[in-house]
Structures are given as C-alpha cells and as structure tokens.
C-alpha cells in the first residue's frame, strides 16, 4: 500500500493563515504528530496564489498533498483563494480543509459551496487546537487517499 | 455538545455485508447516527431528489458513497450531487475498494469531498468507521440547512 509520505518523500501541507501565533501552533502540533510533514506558509491569499501557480519566489515551490485554508485573510480573501483552486483543472483535486474561527453558518455552507473538502473551526483552548491539528493529520493524511500526481516543476 | 438532532447518514453501497458491517460499526462508534442505506445509484438519487416512495426521505448531512454500484454507477451519481444546487454542499465520503490512482483522482475531479479505502480486514474496516465518525461527524462542521419536505 502506498503512503503519503512513504519512500523517502514529505507530505507536502500548505498552510494559509495570516497570524503568527496560529502558524506556530500549526507547525508545533504537526511537528508532534509527524515527522514526515513539510509545512510551507502563506501568509495571505495573494502568496498562496502565488506559491501554487510557481510564481516569482515561488518557482520551486512542492504541489501540497493538502491545504490548510483561513477565510479572512488580507489582499486576497480565503474564499477567493478557495474558488481559484477550485476553478483550476490542475489545482483542484487537492483537498483543500477550511480552517477558521469563523462558525457563522453563512460560511460554513459558502465553503461547501465553493468545493471545500471541510470545513474545520480553530479552537481557542490550546489543547482542543493540538488535538485538531492531530485529527486532520490521522484523517486527511493517514486514513484518506489523496491524489498522488506531482508534476515535475 | 450533543446534537439536538440524530445526525443522518446515507449510506451507497450494493454489497449486504459491507452494509452489514458498516451499520453494526456506526452503531457502536455512535448512538445518534441514523444510517440510512441505497443499494443502487439510481436508488441513492431517488432518495436524494425524495422520488417515489421516498418523499419524506431526510436530507443527509453526510453521504458514503461506494464507486462500483448496480443501475447508475458511484461516479454518474457524484457527480449528479455535486451538480446539483440544493444536493452539492452535502459533504460526500467515496467508500471503495478500489485503490486505483485513476479512480481516486477522478473522484476528486467529480468534487468528491474524502477518498478511502474499504479495508479487507474486519477491525480495519470497524477503525475507519469510527475515524470517519470522530472526524466527520465529531470535528467537522457540516451545513445545518434542513429543507423542508
């Protein structure tokens, strides 16, 4: 059976959130609960764009096996960036997990709208957030198949 | 936080066994779920769209969908969901056996939400109910919206 992550490669996780204090949460409990992970960071939707299409800085930047996705975010907005990958024939079978504070349900059923894979809420306890960073990674990147294909850059 | 109201699960899946299993998993994973169970594609959309006898049918807030079904197949029938403006926010978990690389991307093509993989061995099979259970259905954050029959 083949791995995400096995034969020596990382499992690529791109993380769009623009608070500091969050991305370092996310990269301490991920750190914790696999070794294997390799977290890049954009910090707004404009970057995370960027990251994904290759552009400018982000030439050799990895395709992400997932995305991790806040709504508010500055210059480009997390919907937006959901509805571009979504749109994108090569972008859009990454699973892509929204991952905010945001409960209103107003956003809940726009993500699903606009193909989020899920939608996840950031808790404000620290160890409610550790043990959601934990599900994601035995969910999404253990249990669920994700789609192999990395294109040579 | 207990829901209010039984969360509802439709379950796409031709083969009495995996049925079988799946029910008696859910069971002991959580009390709350009501399973509901589509043996064919074309039934699953009747059950959907509240066609025939099912016009009183729930909307499901969850749906486990297998690829390889009788009469309309698992990938015709994803597709329909996600198609469909009232059906498509409706998160859908592909349930397969199949491991094919094509099968798993077309499926993410199709809009599906989850891939997995039916495991062959009973307490795998009974461990991935109870994480689709602890994850779907306990972190996750599905649309509240209920239509009205």
């Not at chain 1, 991790?68 to 975010?73: A, E, K, Q, V, Y």
């Not at chain 1, 059923?109 to 957030?129: G, H, I």
């Not at chain 1, 934990?134 to 990147?141: P, Q, R």
């Not at chain 2, 099979?125 to 259905?137: G, Q, Y």
Request: aromatic fraction near 6%.
């Amino acid at each position: 059976m083949k791995v995400i992550g096995g034969d020596g490669m990382p499992v690529e996780v791109l993380l769009v959130e623009d608070s500091p204090g969050d991305v370092r949460l996310t990269q301490e409990a991920f750190r914790d609960a696999n070794s294997s992970i390799h977290l890049s960071v954009a910090a707004d939707g404009v970057e995370a764009m960027a990251f994904l299409k290759h552009v400018g800085m982000h030439a050799n930047s990895p395709r992400p096996d997932l995305i991790l996705l806040d709504l508010n975010l500055p210059k480009m907005d997390g919907r937006e960036v959901l509805a571009h990958i979504k749109e994108d024939d090569d972008l859009k079978t990454i699973p892509t997990v929204i991952l905010t504070t945001s409960d209103a349900e107003s956003d809940i059923v726009k993500s699903y709208q606009l193909q989020a894979n899920c939608y996840l809420t950031k808790p404000v306890q620290l160890d409610a957030f550790e043990s959601l960073v934990k599900s994601i990674n035995d969910f999404w990147l253990t249990k669920a198949k994700l789609p192999q294909q990395r294109p040579t850059v | 936080m207990k829901p209010i109201f039984p969360t509802t699960l439709l379950l796409v899946e031709d083969s009495p066994g995996d049925v079988r299993l799946t029910q008696e998993a859910f069971r002991d994973a959580n009390q709350d779920v009501h399973l509901h169970v589509a043996w064919d594609g074309t039934e699953a959309m009747a059950f959907l769209n509240r066609q025939g006898a099912n016009l009183n049918a729930p909307r499901p807030d969850l749906i486990l969908l297998d690829l390889n079904l009788p009469k309309m197949d698992g990938r015709e029938v994803l597709a329909r969901i996600k198609e469909d403006e009232n059906l498509k926010t409706i998160p859908t978990v592909i349930l397969t056996t199949s491991e094919a690389e094509a099968d798993i991307d077309q499926s993410y093509r199709l809009k599906a939400n989850c891939y997995l993989n039916k495991p062959v061995e009973l307490e795998s099979f009974e461990a991935l109910v109870k994480s689709i259970n602890d994850f779907w259905l306990t972190k996750v954050k599905l649309p509240q919206q209920r239509q009205v029959g």
